[in-house]
């Protein structure tokens, strides 16, 4: 299972949300960590990976040697592939 690893602006922004919201997203991050085939979808033309949590995505690097996720981006859909 790999270790999920949040980027310091992703947990600002995590924050800053309200608390249902945050561990919403936090559990999702976990439930990717746990089975990331199933749950991580590859982006085209980028080596990342975005996970859906309801209008946000998070952009997340998935280091397949080092088993790790990490969380590099957290915003809502319309934002965080620009």
Do not use: C
């Not at 981006?73 to 620009?82: F, I, K, M, S």
């Amino acid at each position: 299972m790999p270790t999920v690893l949040l980027h310091p602006d992703v947990e600002k922004e995590l924050q800053s949300l309200p608390t249902d919201i945050e561990n919403r997203i936090r559990s999702k991050l976990t439930e990717a960590g746990e089975n990331p085939d199933r749950h991580l979808k590859p982006l085209k033309r980028r080596d990342e990976y975005s996970l859906r949590i309801g209008k946000r995505r998070a952009i997340i690097d998935w280091v397949k040697e080092q088993n790790e996720l990490r969380v590099l981006e957290l915003d809502t859909r319309d934002t965080v592939y620009q």
